[in-house]
């Protein structure tokens, strides 16, 4: 009986003090607990941060080279004759504001084309390279510096497969085909090219361009001369300034559609090839041709 009565008194001492020191952490626990979240929204949004656009394979819309085509020299391509198809394609770009004209031309008329590009440009203007992609037209090497010189096997490699990085950087995959500057055939470049199993496009409708002297209506009556289903046409729009290419090339759009044309990207060509099934191989020796 003595025992209960202690141990009620000692509940009656303990109690209160046990129920103040219980108050002041639920106390101290809710504070602290408040202003941890005021403390939260105090806080500035971290800022958000893009992942950097990589030259991925989102954008990398270069498909293999048809094993046939694969270290092929063509300057034409065999198609069907239901096909009444031309190839246009651009040499020496890219360079902002020509490469540009050309392009909106071509956007204008919903034509899709090809350009043979030049490594040192692409190093320059790589915003113009992704244009050319994201508009959806084809894009090939064309060297890094444009010799026409007789080049050592280290010489036409850094000119061809520095081009082909730079180009990878940019879009995300290197290109399989080659135009050798000035179509030359044998001054190194085109037996590298050969070498790497790119396919050697040259051309079968020369505009000349590169003629300063010539008019928009001379490209067009050059052109003309050579048109044929299969073809592939010769322009730039580098270099330098291409105005009188620029000027002829919605008039030749107009001509070709009036003759029943359709246009496509030298990949789309070579895919419509119907008759040629000889598949050139690669003689190991090429490489000692340097
Ligand atoms: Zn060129």
């Known amino acids: 009986m003595l ?3 202690r141990l009620l008194l000692k509940v009656i001492t303990i109690a209160p003090i046990c129920a103040a020191a219980f108050g002041f952490l639920a106390a101290t626990f809710f504070h602290w607990n ?5 403390d939260k929204i105090a806080l500035p949004k971290p800022p958000v941060v893009e992942p950097s656009p ?17 270290g092929k020299v063509f300057e034409k391509v065999n198609v069907p004759p239901s096909e009444k198809v031309i190839a246009l394609t651009f040499d020496d ?27 040192r440009n692409v190093q320059l203007h ?23 010189n007789h080049q050592t096997l280290a010489g036409a490699a850094r000119e061809i497969d520095k081009t082909s990085e730079v180009i990878a950087k940019v879009i995300g995959s290197k290109p399989n085909l080659f135009r050798p500057p000035g179509g030359l055939m044998h001054n ?3 037996e590298y090219a050969k070498y790497r199993k790119m396919g050697i496009a040259i051309w079968s409708a020369d505009s000349q361009d590169y003629i300063k002297s010539h008019t928009p209506q001379q490209l067009l009556s050059n052109i003309f001369k050579q048109v044929k289903p299969g073809g592939i046409v010769l322009m730039h729009d580098g270099g330098t300034r291409r105005t009188n290419t620029a000027l002829a090339l919605p008039i030749l759009i107009e001509k070709l559609r009036k003759q029943g044309y359709r246009f496509v990207t030298l990949p789309e060509l070579i895919n419509l090839d119907s008759k040629s099934t000889t598949v050139e191989k690669l003689k190991p020796s090429i490489i000692s041709k340097f």
């Open 188 to 190: 190194g470049l085109s």
């Open 126 to 148: 790589p915003e113009v390279v992704k244009k050319v992609l994201l508009e959806g037209h084809a894009i090939g090497n064309h060297s890094w510096s444009h010799p026409y």
């Open 93 to 119: 770009g890219p360079l902002p504001n020509s490469t540009e004209k050309v392009l909106k031309i071509l956007k204008d008329n919903q034509i899709k084309a090809t350009f043979f590009l030049i490594g």
């Open 54 to 70: 990589k030259p991925s394979s989102k954008l990398n819309l270069i498909k293999p080279l048809p094993l046939k085509y694969q």
């Open 3 to 5: 025992a209960d009565r």
């Open 34 to 38: 408040s202003l941890k979240k005021s």
